[in-house]
C-alpha cells in the first residue's frame, strides 16, 4: 500500500516505545528528566551571569524556583544570589576567563537567603550558540567532603583528651613564626611545664581517673591562657604542657609562671580525694636565648631537665651552659647503656683482710668503666647516673654476674 502524503515515519524502539523522528517534543522532555534528575546541581547562565536554565538541585540549593530565575526583565545575576561578597568575585573572575575560552573550576561557599549554606565545587565551560555566549556550569556539593577534612585535620592537630592543640599544631606555629619572620617583630617566652607525681596518680587511681586529672590541670591552664592577651596552650605528652606568650604576655612571663603555679596549688579533688600535685616549669625566650622559633622548645626542654634535679617543686630559666652540660649527660648516659649490655664495665676484686687474728677473707667488688674517648669515668659520676636514669638494677647485675666470673677461680684455688 501506498504511504499517504505528509504521514510522518516511525520506528520502535527500546521498550516498545515508538518514536516519531518529527516529535522533537519528546526528545525536549527526555532531555528535561535527565537534566533535572541529576545529583549535581546544573545551570546555565548568559554573558550578564543572568540565569537562561537551572535544574532542580539548583533552584533547591538557591530557594527559588527556576521560573522566578529566569522571569523576563527580572533575572537576576548569580552574584547577587550567592549571599557573600567573596564569592561573588570569585564567580565574576571565573566567568571573564571562561568568556575569554579558558574553562574554569573552584570552589566556594554559597550563602543564599532563602536556603542553606554549602560548599560547592563548580565547573564553569562556555558554549556558542546562535542566541550567543553563554556558560554551562556543573555543580558538586563538597559540604561533607570538607566536613570529614576539617574532622581529621582537628584530630591530627589537637589532642583527643583535652582538646588542646599538640605537638604538631604547635610546629607548625613556629614553623610559621620562622617562615614569616614575625619573631623578629615579637619576643616570644615559651613555658614547658611537667606535672609533678602524676605517675603515682596514674598508678593508684589508674588511667581512667587520671584522665580525669590531666582535664582539670588542662583546664586550669585554659584559664590561666584567657588572663593573658596573646597566650597560647598545648599538650605535649601525657603530663606535659607548652605555653607560649606572645608579645605582651612575653614582658610580663614571670606572672604568667605565677599563675600556673597557683592553678597547680590547688586542690584537684578526684575519687575522695583531695590531689596537689605541683609543677617543674622550663622557660626560655626569643631572643635571649635562640635565634629562630624552633630553637624554643628544646632550650625549655633543657632548662625543665635542669629544675627536675631538684626534689621541690620550681622553675628555672634556660642557660647555654647548663644546655651543654646536659646534653654532655645524655651523651654520657647513652654510652653507659652500652657499656652495660656489652659488658664493657669491668670489676675489681679487693680483698677485705681481718686486721684481728684470723677470719675469713671477703672480697669487695668495685665497678670500673674505661670510656675509650672519656678515658676512666669515676664511679661516683656513672652510679650516680644509673640511679637518676633507671638504669641501677642493670648497672647492679652485669657487677655481680661479672664479679662471680672473675672471683670463681679463686674461689676453685682455695
Known amino acids: 500500500m501506498r504511504r499517504r502524503a505528509g504521514r510522518s515515519r516511525h520506528r520502535p524502539r527500546r521498550g516498545g516505545i515508538i518514536l ?35 535544574n532542580r538541585r539548583m533552584e533547591s540549593w538557591l530557594g527559588l524556583p527556576e521560573s522566578e530565575l529566569t522571569r523576563h526583565n527580572c533575572r537576576r545575576p548569580i552574584t547577587d544570589l550567592v549571599g557573600n561578597t567573596d564569592t561573588a568575585k570569585v564567580f565574576e573572575q571565573a566567568a571573564r576567563k571562561v568568556f575569554e575560552g579558558e574553562s574554569q573550576c573552584f ?31 556543573v555543580a558538586r556539593d563538597t559540604t561533607e567532603r570538607r566536613e570529614q577534612m576539617a574532622r581529621i585535620y582537628y584530630q591530627s592537630t589537637h589532642d583527643v583528651l583535652t582538646g588542646l592543640p599538640n605537638r604538631t599544631s604547635l ?36 588511667h581512667q581517673m587520671a584522665d580525669e586529672v590531666l582535664k582539670t590541670i588542662a583546664s586550669r591552664l585554659k584559664e590561666v591562657a584567657r588572663q593573658f592577651r596573646d597566650t597560647r596552650i598545648y599538650r605535649l ?30 586542690p584537684i579533688e578526684q575519687s575522695g580525694l583531695q590531689l596537689t600535685l605541683g609543677s617543674n616549669i622550663g622557660v626560655a625566650s626569643y631572643p635571649a636565648h635562640v635565634s629562630a622559633a624552633n630553637g624554643l622548645v628544646q632550650a625549655a626542654e633543657a632548662a625543665l631537665h635542669a629544675v627536675k634535679q631538684q626534689a621541690a617543686s620550681s622553675v628555672r630559666m634556660y642557660y647555654r651552659s647548663r644546655d651543654a652540660s646536659g646534653k654532655e649527660r ?85
Open 171 to 206: 610546629q607548625r606555629f613556629l614553623d610559621g613564626c620562622d617562615r614569616t619572620g614575625a619573631m623578629g617583630e615579637r619576643p616570644l617566652v615559651m613555658l614547658v611545664i611537667d606535672v609533678l607525681h602524676f605517675r603515682d596518680v596514674n598508678e593508684a587511681l589508674g
Open 330 to 414: 645524655l651523651a654520657l648516659l647513652n654510652d653507659l647503656r652500652k657499656a652495660i649490655a656489652t659488658a664493657a664495665i669491668d670489676v675489681d676484686l679487693q680483698p677485705i683482710v681481718p686486721v684481728h687474728g684470723p677470719g675469713a677473707v671477703r672480697l669487695e667488688a668495685l665497678a670500673r668503666w674505661h670510656h675509650p674517648e672519656r678515658g676512666q669515668i669515676p664511679p661516683e659520676r656513672f652510679v650516680a647516673l644509673a640511679e637518676t636514669s633507671g638504669q641501677i638494677l642493670a648497672l647492679t647485675w652485669r657487677v655481680i654476674e661479672r664479679a662471680l666470673q672473675d672471683a670463681a677461680p679463686l674461689i676453685r684455688e682455695g
Open 20 to 54: 516519531h523522528e518529527s516529535d522533537g517534543e519528546f526528545y525536549a522532555r527526555l532531555l528535561r528528566a535527565y537534566f533535572d534528575s541529576a545529583n549535581d546541581a546544573i545551570f546555565v547562565l548568559c554573558n550578564e551571569l543572568k540565569f537562561l536554565s537551572c
Open 237 to 266: 605528652e601525657s603530663d606535659r604542657f607548652v605555653m607560649v606568650c606572645g608579645k605582651d604576655a612575653a614582658q610580663h612571663w614571670a606572672a604568667v609562671v605565677e599563675a600556673v603555679q597557683q592553678g597547680f596549688a590547688a
Open 107 to 137: 570552589e566556594c561557599l554559597l550563602e543564599p537567603a532563602d536556603a542553606a549554606q554549602r560548599w560547592v565545587e563548580i565547573n564553569m565551560t562556555r558554549v556558542d550558540v546562535e542566541a550567543g555566549e553563554m556558560v554551562i556550569a
